[in-house]
């Protein structure tokens, strides 16, 4: 990445975590490849960082569930797809119950995982030692195992999706921060981003800051921060 910056793009996206990256990625399998990616920093310094890079399926919505599933598999070839390594492996989970309630719970989180087409298998104490050697199933009422759970490395699975978008054409710039919103008032309603280096004219503004959305919005009357979801007040 470097400090260049273009003055147009049909789409601006604010924020180089894993959503932003992710975002810029399967815009460019649409077709859609006149994109800025700012990010004040660089890829993966925020959240994403931190992440234990759990990749789990079962979410509370079918919806989330699918959107879970379809991360399974793209994380799956994304590797062989762009050359850099991801260190996704699909190695099961556990999910592990200590009381009765806990385990009924579970299991009510068996049916939904059944439901929503996700294999799941409601095992006890031996079974999770089978599937687990180095564990201590002392005081384990029973578990979940999800054979299509896995982990990541999410600092490498971010930067294989902006390999695979730099790849279509997308440009990633960092060092983009204190970025001001100045919506024009008349068709075609094309908004002026403000960087350090220079002006950036887009018809759509993407926010995916993380918890940088806060600070953005603070400087920007919430505009780009309510764009991101962080709901500052101005
Ligand atoms: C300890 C921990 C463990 C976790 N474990 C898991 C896990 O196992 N599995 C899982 O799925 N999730 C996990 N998560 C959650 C996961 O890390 C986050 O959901 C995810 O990283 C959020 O990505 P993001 O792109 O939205 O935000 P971020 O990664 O925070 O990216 C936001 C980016 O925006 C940039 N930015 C901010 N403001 C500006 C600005 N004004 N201009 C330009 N750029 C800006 C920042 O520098 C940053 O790079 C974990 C989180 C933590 C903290």
């Known amino acids: 990445m470097g400090n260049s910056f273009r003055s147009k793009a049909e789409v601006l996206i604010v924020g180089g975590g894993v959503a932003g990256v992710s975002v810029a990625y399967h815009l460019a399998k649409l077709g859609i490849t006149d994109v800025l990616l700012c990010e004040r ?9 931190h992440a234990a890079g759990l990749v789990t399926q079962l ?5 989330m569930t ?10 799956k070839s994304l590797e062989a797809e762009t ?22 719970e579970l299991k009510r989180g068996a049916s939904m995982a059944r ?22 199933t002392d005081g384990i009422v029973g578990g979940l195992w999800m054979e299509r759970d896995g982990q990541v490395n999410p600092v490498d699975v971010t930067m294989a999706m902006a390999k695979g978008a730099r790849n279509a054409g ?11 919103y100045t ?8 908004n002026t981003f403000l960087t350090p280096y220079s002006a950036v004219l887009t018809p759509d503004v993407l926010g995916v800051m993380g918890l940088g959305g ?16 962080a709901g500052v007040d101005s």
Do not use: H, M
């Open 66 to 75: 699918e959107l879970a599933k379809y991360t399974g598999e793209l994380f």
């Open 115 to 136: 439901n929503f087409g996700l294999p799941v298998e409601v095992i006890g104490p031996e079974e999770i030692k089978d599937r687990y050697p180095p564990i201590n």
């Open 83 to 104: 050359g850099q390594a991801t260190g996704f492996r699909q190695n099961g989970s556990l999910r592990l119950a200590r009381t009765v309630e806990r385990f009924l």
């Open 59 to 63: 979410r509370a919505t079918r919806n």
């Open 41 to 49: 920093k660089q890829l993966t310094c925020g959240t994403t960082w």
């Open 170 to 180: 997308v440009t990633a710039t960092a060092l983009a921060q204190g970025i001001l």
């Open 214 to 229: 806060c600070t953005c919005g603070a400087t920007t009357r919430g505009a780009v921060g309510g764009l991101a979801g």
């Open 183 to 190: 919506p024009t008032p008349e068709p075609p309603f094309w």
